[in-house]
């Protein structure tokens, strides 16, 4: 009786040790597939916060040189795009912005204008009263790249205020 079990220990081991060796690679597997997913989500913040740094200079640029719902601004375009950053902070290549290549003008007014009444425009509430502010309405379309090509486009209305009666 003996003759016949001496065998099975062998190969009931074989077998336990294959299914461990099976488990350890599906968790290798998990794991690199979340680090893909991780570099993934990396990338489309990357993106997404390079574009809002392109509408924080769209702002400004609006709030320097637009005084009438008629004036226009240049902005950077996908052949000259704005780099974000330094090459030693992202030494695999600088995130950039430029203006949404979908859009005919990232930057344009949309030919209406909000009038509110309060003291220096902190009160937008509709009304009668001494102190009248006229807002234009702005519409800013950009978009933020990363070094390997992920891209992340905003597109967001602002209002400027504009020098009285302009």
């Known amino acids: 009786m003996r003759r016949r079990e001496s065998g099975s220990a062998l190969i009931i081991t074989v077998m336990v040790m294959l299914l ?3 488990i350890g690679l599906s968790a290798l597997d ?3 597939r979340d680090q893909q997913v991780a570099g993934f989500q990396n990338r489309s913040s990357e993106a997404f916060y390079a574009a809002e740094a392109g509408v924080a200079a769209a702002k400004d640029l609006i709030r ?3 005084f009438s719902p008629t004036d226009t601004v240049n902005f950077a375009t996908s052949a000259a795009p704005v ?5 030693y902070t992202y030494p695999n290549g600088q995130p950039q912005y430029y203006g949404d290549p979908k859009a005919t003008d990232p930057i344009k007014s949309l030919n209406q204008t909000l009038t509110v009444s309060g003291a220096g425009g902190s ?3 509709q009304g009668t009263g001494a102190n009248w502010n006229k807002f234009a309405l702005m519409q800013i379309r950009v978009a933020g790249q990363t070094a390997d090509g ?3 486009r905003i597109e967001v209305v602002t209002t400027n205020q504009m020098p009285g009666g302009y």
């Not at 780099?83 to 090459?87: H, K, R, V």
Request: charged share 10%; no cysteine.
């Open 20 to 22: 461990l060796g099976a």
């Open 30 to 32: 998990t794991v690199m």
């Open 64 to 66: 320097q040189n637009v």
């Open 83 to 87: 780099l974000i950053g330094d090459s």
């Open 123 to 125: 009160n937008m509430r």
């Open 150 to 152: 992920a891209v992340s």
